[in-house]
């Protein structure tokens, strides 16, 4: 149980062209979403926490207008990188946790994205 | 602010021996702790949590780890590892705010089995 989908699993493309990115709860329903980056050999920062039907709340120094997140469904959310540059190459993870504080909670398999 | 140390960055130990990986965390009330795995280019595997009670928590694979107050501690341990569980490892801790809990990783220990 407690599967997270995560699509697509690598993206390349041009410098400037936006890139959505999905995260789906396969078997429970995900009250929390949490959007991560992982650069090489580093660890996870996290840059955004979302709640079904609301707004994300972003971490420090995350551009919420570069990176859009919704999050429609207790299933589903999405981060859209807009405008994509070089730079915002990296690896995105998304996880997912269902209700109550005792949750944890369950990460996808990540979005390699390439920016040329 | 809530902060985790991993002072091991890379681990390497023999197919069949024992294993412990160390995690120190920095929380002022009492701490959500984890340990995932992460396969080379892949997300997370929740090996084992601690929320409340029993401070030796049984995980999945064969993993155990044990919440050390006194310690600040939460080391990740195995008797005998396995060339399968070559990967690197995350300690985290979370603190809740209205039912969530906002994690933060320590900056990983990578495990290298030699045979």
């Known amino acids: 149980g407690a599967v997270v989908s995560q699509h697509p699993s690598r993206v390349i493309c041009k410098s400037g062209t936006s890139v959505k990115i999905e995260c789906r709860s396969l078997d429970f329903q995900a009250t929390t979403m949490f959007w991560y980056r992982q650069f090489p050999k580093q660890s996870l920062m996290l840059m955004a926490t979302?709640?079904?039907?609301?707004?994300?709340?972003?971490e420090q120094g995350v551009e919420k207008d570069k990176f859009l997140i919704n999050h429609a469904s207790l299933t589903l959310s999405t981060l859209t990188v807009t405008s994509a540059h070089p730079e915002d190459s990296s690896f995105y993870i998304c996880?997912?946790?269902?209700?109550?504080?005792?949750?944890?909670?369950?990460f996808g398999d990540g979005t390699r994205l390439s920016i040329l | 602010a809530q902060s985790v140390t991993q002072p091991d960055i890379h681990i390497t130990v023999s197919e069949g021996a024992s294993l412990e990986l160390r995690c120190n965390y920095s929380?002022?009330?009492?701490?959500?702790l984890f340990w995932y795995v992460q396969s080379p280019g892949q997300g997370l595997q929740l090996l084992l949590k601690y929320f409340s009670g029993d401070t030796l928590v049984q995980g999945i694979k064969g993993f155990e780890a044990e919440f050390k107050r006194s310690q600040s501690s939460f080391n990740l341990r195995k008797p005998s590892v396995h060339w399968s569980d070559a990967a690197e490892y995350f300690c985290a801790v979370g603190r809740a705010n209205f039912g969530n809990e906002k994690l933060t990783f320590g900056t990983g220990t990578r495990l290298t089995i030699i045979p």
């Open positions: 979302s709640n079904e039907g609301s707004k994300a709340t972003y």
């Open positions: 996880s997912a946790k269902g209700q109550g504080s005792n949750q944890p909670q369950h």
């Open positions: 929380y002022g009330a009492t701490p959500y």
